[in-house]
């Protein structure tokens, strides 16, 4: 029998089990569940007589009280009330046939109380229709109400109590009978199916795994090179058939391998060839990544296939990331377009060429010499191109400055010296008169010591020497000692470079400047902070009472100076931000932001003090704005710069921020009806602490730094921002940045 057809034989006999237990179950549920369903019917109609009953009973309490208290329809009432009186006597009979024996005397005390109540009803009527004093009819109708609650209070409840006792509670104890019946017989069943399913699975287990315990040691056996261990399995299931492909796959390692000794040597001097071959890649990628030269491999279609790691820091990338790619993805479309004919060329022609051509490096060109050869493959078929390049950009201004050096001495403007192995003087052109003064000596004289050791040194080794050289009438000369070995002598060709000095001290002595006044600015400002805190804190508390009354006059002044507080806190935080950008230490958190929202942003905070002035402020804005990558933060500083200048300068009017969309930029807009600037006036708008007075050649407050600080935020956006004014009609500031490009991305990273 098959391992299957077992596995079929065990799971029918535990299902036909569990459909026994199943069958049981639903029966025994069937039967608990009728017993419970007849007693509650039976008391939900018992229930339901009674609180007819009282529905019966309080309607026509509900009509004796219309009938003595309502003053329309004397007639209809009374109908009513006995229509409720002969209602409550049927469902009295009906339920009196209906009921058991066990309530009857209930019954029967209930109908004695409610014919007491139905005499002194009529009692109650009869002094009603004689006209007698209303609360004498009331009190007999409480009289008459006392019967009706005795009838519910004492006949009623109890046969609702009754009926929950005798009928409601046995149902409930037949209910919790039935599910203790049902669980018991089901623990037990299933403790059964249990020991059915776990013998039936040893069983089958036992079948299985013994004879693949002997597989398995055969196995063992086997793999240790005894070849000629039997595998004792006689069932015809899968093992067994798995047992003769084994014993037949025994017999063929008999007659296929001499010993296992063999196979172990030959193993061995496979892992030997793997190690060496591993050895040697090494060595060969030790020796590419050491080169100073750029390599790489390129396939059929000048996609690169691999590089050194040279030439994969060029284009900030790994080395094992170049797969793949190509130069369009680091280079421009000219560049790369001439390396690409470059390849299909040589790979064209079979043949290797040597070139000098560009090639960019950290964005700057660069001259590189570049060797590339078509690489083939074992069929003699080209299958890419293996190139090999290097920066010869000093090489080549080192020659050019050679070809100017080598120009006719007489009518180059530079010093040329020529000087004999003896260190005699042969020649000098009117340029070199310089450093004949310095040296001391004139054309023909020897040249005196310690100059004649460099001369000396340059002969014996055969290569140039460049040093500088101070000469006695205050120049700086970088000069070149170049060797004419076999002709005996040296030439000596030198540059002014006074003013290079020069430039260089004075940029240095400005860097140092800059650096001491940077931290003066810092310290001092930061230096500022704390007592304006301190200072606008305690006016503060004064405007709020907190010290004690203060007339308009005291608060007339002591707004004034917080004003002058809020204005040099603000003139600190832009000398701040001015001289970080002066260190190029600001940096910009860009990410991508909704224009829009920033602009309502900057409305709501700058109402208030718009508000004050009397003025408008609106906004207009493109609803179709793309997302744009920006500092949200510096973006809104330059908005509030743009409308606080605005304020300043617009007394009657309003003011508009305007947003839309151009090309591949968003454009921002602040637009203002105040008095226009000159036309000559715009281009001083940006520069650092520059105020312009309005028309009225009035001076606004503020540091000037403010329109400076926005051009240099927008600068960092990649982005621009200039004014258009006509003086009389008002001034619209305009900045515009990139939109969410990958090229506009990568440029404001890279800035």
């Given at each position: 029998?098959?391992?299957?057809?077992k596995?079929?034989?065990?799971?029918i006999g535990?299902?036909l089990?569990?459909?026994?237990?199943?069958?049981?179950?639903?029966?025994?549920?069937?039967?608990?569940?009728?017993?419970?369903?007849e007693?509650?019917?039976?008391?939900?109609?018992?229930?339901?007589?009674?609180w007819?009953l009282?529905e019966?009973?309080?309607?026509?309490?509900?009509?004796?009280?219309?009938?003595?208290?309502?003053?329309?329809?004397?007639?209809?009432?009374?109908?009513?009330?006995?229509?409720?009186?002969?209602?409550?006597?049927?469902?009295?009979?009906?339920?009196?046939?209906?009921?058991c024996?066990?309530?009857?005397?209930?019954?029967?005390?209930?109908?004695?109380?409610?014919?007491?109540?139905?005499?002194?009803?009529?009692e109650?009527?009869?002094?009603y229709?004689?006209?007698?004093?209303?609360?004498?009819?009331?009190a007999?109708?409480?009289?008459?109400?006392?019967?009706?609650?005795?009838?519910?209070?004492?006949?009623?409840?109890?046969?609702?109590?009754?009926?929950?006792?005798?009928?409601?509670?046995p149902?409930?104890e037949?209910?919790?009978?039935?599910?203790?019946?049902?669980t018991?017989?089901t623990?037990?069943?299933?403790?059964?199916?249990?020991f059915?399913?776990?013998?039936?699975?040893?069983?089958i287990?036992?079948?299985?795994?013994?004879?693949?315990?002997?597989?398995?040691?055969?196995t063992?056996?086997?793999g240790?090179?005894?070849?000629?261990?039997?595998?004792?399995?006689?069932?015809?299931?899968?093992?067994?058939?798995?047992?003769a492909s084994?014993?037949?796959?025994?017999?063929?390692?008999?007659?296929?391998?001499?010993s296992?000794?063999?196979?172990?040597?030959?193993?061995a001097?496979?892992?030997?060839?793997?190690?060496?071959l591993?050895?040697?890649?090494?060595?060969?990628?030790?020796?590419l990544?050491?080169?100073?030269?750029?390599?790489?491999?390129?396939?059929?279609?000048?996609a690169?296939?691999?590089?050194?790691?040279?030439?994969?820091r060029?284009?900030?990338?790994?080395?094992?990331?170049?797969?793949g790619?190509?130069?369009?993805?680091?280079l421009?479309?000219?560049l790369?377009?001439?390396?690409r004919?470059?390849?299909e060329?040589?790979?064209?022609?079979?043949?290797?060429e040597?070139?000098?051509?560009?090639?960019?490096?950290?964005?700057?060109?660069?001259?590189?010499?570049?060797?590339?050869?078509?690489?083939?493959d074992?069929?003699?078929?080209?299958?890419?191109?293996?190139?090999i390049?290097?920066d010869?950009?000093?090489?080549?201004?080192?020659e050019?400055?050679?070809?100017e050096?080598?120009k006719?001495?007489?009518e180059?403007?530079?010093?040329i010296v020529?000087?004999?192995?003896?260190?005699?003087?042969?020649?000098?052109?009117?340029a070199?008169?310089?450093?004949?003064?310095?040296?001391?000596?004139?054309?023909g004289?020897?040249?005196?010591?310690?100059?004649?050791?460099?001369?000396?040194k340059?002969l014996?080794?055969?290569?140039?020497?460049?040093?500088?050289?101070?000469?006695?009438?205050d120049?700086?000369?970088?000069?070149?000692?170049?060797?004419?070995?076999?002709?005996?002598?040296?030439?000596?060709?030198?540059?002014?470079?006074t003013?290079?000095?020069?430039?260089?001290?004075?940029?240095?002595?400005?860097?140092?400047?800059?650096?001491?006044?940077a931290?003066?600015?810092?310290?001092?400002?930061?230096?500022?902070?704390?007592?304006?805190?301190?200072?606008?804190?305690?006016?503060?508390?004064?405007?709020?009472?907190?010290?004690?009354?203060?007339?308009?006059?005291?608060?007339h002044?002591?707004d004034?100076?917080?004003?002058?507080?809020?204005?040099?806190?603000?003139?600190?935080n832009?000398?701040?931000?001015?001289?970080k950008?002066?260190?190029?230490?600001?940096?910009?958190?860009?990410?991508?932001?909704?224009?829009?929202?920033?602009?309502?942003?900057?409305?709501?905070?700058?109402?208030?003090?718009?508000?004050?002035?009397?003025?408008?402020?609106?906004?207009?804005?493109?609803e179709?704005m793309?997302?744009?990558?920006?500092?949200?933060d510096?973006?809104?500083?330059?908005?509030?710069?743009?409308?606080d200048?605005?304020?300043?300068?617009?007394d009657?009017?309003n003011?508009?921020?305007?947003?839309?969309?151009a090309?591949?930029?968003?454009?921002?807009s602040?637009?203002?009806?105040?008095?226009?600037?000159?036309?000559e006036n715009?281009?001083?708008?940006?520069?650092?602490?520059e105020?312009?007075?309005d028309?009225?050649?009035?001076?606004?407050g503020?540091?000037?730094?403010g329109?400076?600080?926005?051009?240099?935020?927008?600068?960092?956006?990649?982005?621009?921002?200039?004014?258009?004014?006509?003086?009389?009609?008002?001034?619209?500031?305009?900045?515009?940045?990139?939109?969410?490009?990958?090229k506009?991305?990568?440029?404001?990273?890279?800035?």
């Amino acid at each position: 029998m098959k391992i299957s057809q077992k596995l079929i034989l065990g799971y029918i006999g535990i299902a036909l089990l569990a459909a026994v237990v199943g069958t049981i179950c639903i029966v025994q549920n069937k039967k608990s569940r009728r017993i419970v369903e007849e007693q509650v019917y039976r008391s939900i109609s018992y229930l339901n007589d009674v609180w007819s009953l009282m529905e019966a009973q309080e309607h026509q309490e509900i009509a004796a009280n219309n009938y003595l208290f309502l003053d329309v329809g004397l007639e209809e009432r009374r109908a009513n009330y006995f229509h409720a009186k002969e209602h409550l006597e049927k469902i009295y009979q009906k339920y009196t046939k209906e009921a058991c024996e066990d309530t009857k005397h209930w019954m029967e005390k209930y109908y004695e109380n409610i014919k007491t109540y139905n005499l002194k009803m009529e009692e109650t009527f009869e002094l009603y229709r004689q006209g007698a004093d209303p609360e004498l009819i009331k009190a007999r109708l409480r009289e008459a109400n006392e019967y009706a609650e005795t009838a519910h209070e004492d006949v009623l409840e109890p046969i609702i109590e009754h009926v929950y006792n005798k009928h409601l509670e046995p149902a409930k104890e037949n209910i919790a009978k039935g599910i203790n019946r049902t669980t018991s017989a089901t623990i037990v069943i299933s403790m059964m199916s249990v020991f059915l399913a776990v013998v039936v699975g040893l069983f089958i287990s036992r079948s299985i795994s013994t004879p693949i315990m002997k597989l398995k040691n055969a196995t063992v056996e086997i793999g240790k090179g005894k070849l000629n261990t039997r595998i004792e399995i006689t069932s015809n299931d899968e093992v067994g058939q798995l047992a003769a492909s084994f014993k037949k796959m025994g017999e063929d390692l008999k007659t296929s391998t001499t010993s296992i000794d063999n196979l172990n040597k030959e193993v061995a001097e496979r892992k030997q060839t793997e190690q060496l071959l591993q050895e040697s890649e090494n060595k060969y990628r030790t020796l590419l990544e050491n080169l100073p030269q750029k390599i790489f491999l390129k396939d059929r279609n000048s996609a690169y296939v691999s590089c050194n790691d040279n030439l994969a820091r060029d284009f900030k990338i790994k080395a094992e990331e170049i797969a793949g790619k190509t130069d369009y993805d680091f280079l421009p479309e000219e560049l790369a377009n001439k390396y690409r004919a470059d390849d299909e060329r040589i790979m064209k022609s079979e043949k290797a060429e040597d070139i000098e051509e560009s090639y960019l490096l950290d964005g700057e060109e660069v001259i590189v010499h570049t060797v590339k050869t078509p690489v083939k493959d074992e069929h003699g078929n080209v299958t890419g191109v293996l190139g090999i390049f290097w920066d010869i950009t000093e090489l080549k201004r080192a020659e050019e400055k050679i070809k100017e050096l080598a120009k006719f001495p007489s009518e180059n403007p530079n010093p040329i010296v020529k000087i004999s192995k003896d260190y005699t003087i042969l020649y000098a052109n009117d340029a070199g008169a310089p450093l004949l003064e310095t040296w001391g000596c004139e054309e023909g004289q020897r040249l005196p010591q310690p100059h004649s050791k460099l001369v000396e040194k340059v002969l014996s080794s055969g290569k140039a020497i460049t040093c500088e050289l101070e000469s006695t009438s205050d120049q700086v000369f970088s000069v070149t000692l170049a060797p004419v070995v076999k002709a005996g002598y040296v030439n000596v060709y030198g540059l002014d470079i006074t003013e290079l000095r020069l430039s260089k001290e004075y940029l240095k002595q400005v860097r140092e400047q800059a650096e001491v006044k940077a931290q003066f600015v810092s310290t001092v400002s930061h230096e500022l902070r704390t007592p304006l805190t301190t200072m606008k804190e305690g006016v503060n508390i004064v405007l709020d009472g907190i010290t004690g009354e203060i007339n308009n006059k005291q608060r007339h002044f002591l707004d004034i100076i917080r004003r002058n507080i809020d204005r040099l806190a603000r003139f600190i935080n832009d000398v701040l931000d001015f001289q970080k950008f002066e260190a190029g230490k600001m940096e910009v958190d860009m990410r991508s932001n909704n224009m829009n929202e920033v602009v309502e942003e900057v409305i709501e905070t700058m109402s208030c003090p718009a508000n004050e002035k009397g003025l408008d402020l609106i906004a207009k804005l493109d609803e179709t704005m793309p997302a744009v990558n920006f500092d949200r933060d510096r973006i809104i500083q330059v908005l509030i710069n743009l409308v606080d200048n605005a304020l300043k300068f617009t007394d009657s009017g309003n003011i508009t921020i305007a947003t839309a969309k151009a090309d591949d930029t968003v454009r921002i807009s602040v637009h203002d009806t105040g008095p226009g600037i000159k036309k000559e006036n715009l281009p001083r708008l940006f520069h650092e602490f520059e105020q312009l007075s309005d028309t009225n050649e009035r001076k606004t407050g503020g540091s000037g730094l403010g329109l400076a600080i926005s051009r240099r935020i927008i600068e960092k956006h990649n982005g621009k921002i200039w004014a258009e004014s006509d003086s009389g009609k008002g001034t619209t500031f305009y900045f515009e940045l990139p939109v969410q490009e990958k090229k506009a991305l990568a440029m404001a990273e890279k800035s």
